[in-house]
């Protein structure tokens, strides 16, 4: 049975084997990849990626990430994914990523997302703390974290090898304690 999850103007849910063209595509842009820990995708790995998330337990076992789809609440249109992962040492601790493809960009669509991950999370599974990573000079996604309410809380220098260089990252962080729920 697919997990989906109803979150205003999107949904979460399972990868399936029909989002590959569109999932395909995104990955493999450089623009996509610039800040994260990926480099761009060939569509070999993109099918890969799919079939190993397709149908994936929801929430993974704590140490795992489990990848979802964001798609558009209407229609189904795959807009991007965000990934999920519960630390093996705490699982009420968890991490959280975010991606969008190009086109989909600066309509509020990772907003709902992430808002409808955090309520997933302090709702559903219980979590007492949600982090996420950022490159310091990817503004949009700092944008976006700070925009959902959480809290710069350390600026680690040199934290990643990405694309050929060492990274300053951005932890941000929130508690269930600080998370107020949309009425
Ligand atoms: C990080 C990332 C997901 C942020 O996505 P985003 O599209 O900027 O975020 P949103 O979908 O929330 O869009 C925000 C914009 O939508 C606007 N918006 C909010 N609600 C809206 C709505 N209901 N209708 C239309 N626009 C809306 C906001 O005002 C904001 O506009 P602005 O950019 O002009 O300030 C995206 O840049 C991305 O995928 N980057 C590549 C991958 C990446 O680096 N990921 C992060 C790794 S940790």
Known sequence: MDFSFEA?????????PADLPDFAAYRADPNVARFQG??????????????GQAGAAVPAAPGNWVQL?????????????????????????????????????GQGYAQAALRGLL????????????LALADTRNLPCVALLESVGLRREGH???????????CDEYQYALLASEWAAPR
């Not at 990926?38 to 079939?51: C, G, S, V």
């Not at 558009?72 to 965000?82: T, Y």
């Open 8 to 16: 205003g103007r999107v949904r979460l849910r399972n990868l399936r």
């Open 38 to 51: 990926f480099d761009p995708y060939t569509e070999a790995e993109a099918a890969a990626f799919i079939a």
């Open 69 to 105: 789809a964001i798609a558009r609440a209407d229609d189904d249109q795959l807009l991007g994914d965000c990934a999920l992962h519960r630390y093996a040492h705490e699982p009420r601790f968890g991490e959280m990523g975010i991606t969008l493809a190009p086109r989909w960009q």
């Open 119 to 130: 309520r997933y999370c302090f709702l559903e599974l219980s979590m007492h703390r949600m």
């Open 156 to 166: 680690f220098r040199h934290n990643g090898w990405y694309k050929g260089e060492w």
